[in-house]
């Protein structure tokens, strides 16, 4: 297991190496935090997917930022995104919005660092983010095949959306936030955003057991003065509601497919799209981290959750292609730390640029497309 777990680390360090950003970019140079910022851009905040630790060499978690004038609108916040937020210089007060694709811990886990860090800052910079996200999910699912322990976690609401789990983060910290407003002055966070269940439109999910997913159109979630926000449901297992963005700007489009299977609505949403952010797991990590068969019925459930609810680098390549997206980005990597070249097997199935998603990595809008 050790040697197993030696041949997949230490994989990043090859893969940010200026030459694989060359080969990435197409001669095309990210902007650096030195450089004025381009009117519109994309920064992949981290590129990392699962709840999983990859070693001293991993990337951080999911997250992505669209920044569009110098404020920020922001998808998922996975492990690290925090930090890495202001390693982009993106500042308290500038985050405009949060869009959160789905609840699984690897996507929300640094939700509750963005909201409670820098309140006087925030003050300052008279600071009102939105934070978007799925509703309840209702009924839990049934277990998978050959399951046997149906543990219920916080059975009075097993199953809360976006809106509760922000109350339930604030009402956890209330020790903490009480004392630091009556010993230190420290302003009540809650007045610096508002936290929203995305509805799903009327009548289109029967059951969200049997076909969380189902052929719908996209819907508009957010708009102002930079952007519209619009949302579409996609595969992720039996993870509901689950959520592909698209952001249509002035500068250009950008469409984040979340955690999906291959989808016919992001390829819907995604159509003519200038950058596609998509995941990608490497198929040939699945056996390694579910262990020798056979199989028992939790390794089954687990290969199934990882196999077919997320997207190959070859499936993601077509996707891209009948999608007729510019670019193609690769991100939420799983496993974090698998070699380039499994990624890069996305150029097989799409003829377009493709680009491997490192940390901190930012993207221009607007910009010549990389070739």
């Known amino acids: 297991m050790v040697k197993a777990r030696k041949a997949w680390a230490g994989c990043l360090h090859r893969m940010a190496t200026a030459a694989l950003v060359a080969a990435s970019l197409g001669g095309v140079a990210a902007a650096t935090a030195a450089e004025a910022p381009p009117p519109a851009e994309l920064v992949l905040l981290g590129v990392a997917g699962g709840p999983t630790w990859y070693g001293e060499d991993s990337p951080h978690g999911i997250s992505s930022a ?63 983010m939105q934070i978007f996200g799925p509703g309840p ?32 983060i604030i009402a956890g910290m209330a020790a903490d936030l009480n004392i630091r407003v009556r010993s230190e002055g420290v302003p009540d966070i809650r007045q610096f955003f508002q936290a929203h269940d995305i509805a799903v439109p009327a009548s289109i999910v029967k059951d969200p057991n049997t076909q969380p997913a189902p052929p719908m159109e996209p819907f508009t979630v957010w708009q102002d003065a930079r952007v519209k926000v619009s949302a579409i ?21 950008v469409v984040f497919s979340g955690d999906t299977a291959v989808s016919d609505n992001l390829i819907k949403l995604a159509r003519g799209a200038d950058i596609l952010v998509h ?72 003829h377009g640029p493709v680009v491997l998603g490192q940390d901190l990595m930012r993207l221009p809008l607007g910009a010549p497309a990389p070739r």
Do not use: C
């Open 137 to 168: 999910r209702g009924p839990l699912p049934p277990l998978a095949p050959g399951m046997k322990d149906d543990v219920v976690i916080h059975a009075e609401n097993p199953s809360p959306g976006t809106h509760d789990l922000v109350e339930s």
């Open 233 to 253: 449901l996609v595969p992720h297992g039996l993870v509901y509601p689950n959520f592909a963005y698209r952001f249509d700007t002035a500068a250009g489009s």
């Open 66 to 128: 669209l920044v569009i004038d110098g404020q920020a609108y922001i998808v998922d916040l996975g492990s690290g995104a925090y930090r890495q937020l202001r390693r982009a210089g993106i500042k308290p007060g500038t985050e405009q919005a949060v869009f959160l694709t789905h609840l699984h811990t690897d996507h929300i886990i640094d939700l509750a660092n963005l909201l409670a860090y820098d309140p006087s800052a925030r003050r300052r910079a008279k600071a009102s």
């Open 279 to 350: 995941e990608a797991i490497d198929p040939a990590w699945v056996d390694h981290i579910v262990g020798p068969k056979p199989w028992d019925a939790r390794q089954q459930a687990l290969a199934k959750q990882l196999l077919e609810a997320h997207t190959t680098p070859h499936e993601v390549g077509e996707v891209a292609t009948r999608a007729g997206v510019k670019t193609l980005v690769l991100s939420h990597l799983v496993p974090g730390d698998a070699p380039a070249e499994h990624w890069l097997q996305a150029r097989q199935t799409f």
